[in-house]
């Protein structure tokens, strides 16, 4: 049985989560702390970070590799373009959210209003949870002038860059943390991408102690 460590709220777990159920792969979805450093999960992957993915008995980390691993041996439906231009732009919007976007946004608030309360590390900082949230609007922004100009983040078909965006975005949806009045194209982008088969098991998950917000698991907002 092919099984994905992962944490539900890790945005990274998430891409591959989605990944693989457009996929159509069956995996069974392990709860890894990855925090603890427990021996077990160190042997599967050294760098102590989640998703590790178990595939035909084989062990795949690094989320965007993981994604385009099962994308080239599974080529349909397509998640990367096969011109080279515009492979360059899902991959380069791909490292903004999971670069950028986690930097500014993800790492300050999910850190600071969940992960800390998980990892019983403390009280939240305020200030660093304002930062990323003043942050949010600035990417809103970015992605309105996007989708302006494309019915997709990176063009006319729906790649590997909505992933990485809608997991991102769907971690700050669970605490209710996303302005969807600040731009109508994204906020409609977005429904596009939680309606899809492939989002149903995230709209599930559930942090112990800490429900989603009232709108996160509906399917049109």
């Not at 732009?89 to 999971?98: A, I, N, Q």
């Not at 429904?191 to 429900?211: N, T």
């Amino acid at each position: 049985m092919n099984r994905l460590y992962h944490v539900a709220l890790s945005p990274f777990c998430r891409k591959v989560r989605l990944t693989l159920a457009e996929k159509k792969i069956e995996v069974e979805l392990v709860e890894e702390r990855y925090w603890e450093k427990s021996a077990d999960f160190l042997r599967r992957n050294p760098a102590g970070k989640v998703p590790v993915l178990r595939y035909d008995n084989r062990l795949f980390s690094e989320s965007q590799a993981i994604c385009e691993y099962l994308d080239e041996i599974l080529p349909t439906p397509a998640l990367m373009p096969r011109d080279a231009e515009a492979r360059f732009e899902v991959r380069r919007l791909c490292t903004w959210f999971d670069d950028k976007f986690n930097a500014e946004v993800t790492a300050k608030v999910m850190g600071e209003r969940v992960w800390k309360k998980v990892q019983k590390k403390g009280y939240p900082d305020s200030k660093t949870v304002k930062e990323g949230l003043a942050a949010t609007k600035y990417h809103l922004d970015y992605m309105a002038w996007l989708l302006d100009q494309r019915r997709w983040l990176a063009g006319d078909l729906m790649t590997l860059a909505d992933f990485a965006a809608a997991a991102h975005l769907s971690c700050l949806d669970y605490i209710s943390d996303v302005d969807w009045n600040r731009s109508e194209v994204v906020k409609q982008w977005y429904a596009k991408i939680k309606s899809r088969p492939a989002f149903r098991s995230l709209l599930a998950d559930q942090l112990p102690g800490m429900p989603p917000s009232p709108q996160y698991a509906e399917l049109d907002f």
